[in-house]
């Protein structure tokens, strides 16, 4: 059986700690394939500061060596806020069993997602560790040490909390937008 895990999100900017999100996700043995998944503006917000075609290629940048990892541009290009009912029920068509990876900070959401109950009865719910938020016991709980925020990052840009591979690129993109 080919079992995913979908790592949807703005990624506005991706950072360390998306990478770090990865790196846990590929140490788990149910999962075959990581699909990370840019959206192209999120249901939940009305903008973005990097726009979605930029952010889909700093994360094919910095996820391009990785084995078992694709960025899938399905969000990016429909080119409109797409709830992930629509994503999970895009890549049934070539996956079998579909974890969906979200941070703690999105639990007191969960509930108002679009079609939720047809989402947990489609897919698990993988659910990583941040802010010290206490993860409840039907999620699976993945541990990362990276808290790291892309509010926060956005707000007061920091190189070092930046992956490497193109570090220089997104922080002078962000450094540049934050003094218009």
């Known amino acids: 059986m080919r079992t995913i895990a979908l790592y949807g999100g703005s990624f506005d900017p991706p950072h ?52 078992r990892v694709l960025v899938d541009a399905f969000e990016v290009q429909k ?46 719910f993988i659910v990583t560790t941040r802010d010290g938020i206490k993860i409840p016991q039907e999620f699976i709980q993945l541990k990362i040490d990276k808290d790291i925020s892309s509010t926060a990052l956005r707000r007061k840009m920091n190189k070092e909390q930046l992956c490497t591979i193109n570090a220089e690129e997104i922080y002078n993109y962000y450094k540049e937008k934050n003094e218009q």
């Open 79 to 124: 080119g409109e806020k797409t709830p992930t009912i629509k994503t999970v029920e895009y890549l049934f068509k070539s996956y079998e069993c579909i974890y969906v990876v979200i941070g703690a900070d999105m639990l007191e959401s969960l509930q108002r997602w679009h079609q939720f109950d047809a989402l947990k009865r489609k897919v698990n």
């Open 16 to 67: 360390l700690g998306h990478e770090a999100v990865v790196k846990a996700l590929l140490q788990l043995e149910e999962i075959d394939e990581i699909i990370v998944m840019p959206t192209y503006l999120s249901p939940f917000k009305e903008s973005v500061f990097a726009d979605a075609k930029r952010r889909l290629e700093w994360l094919r940048e910095i996820f391009s060596s990785y084995e």
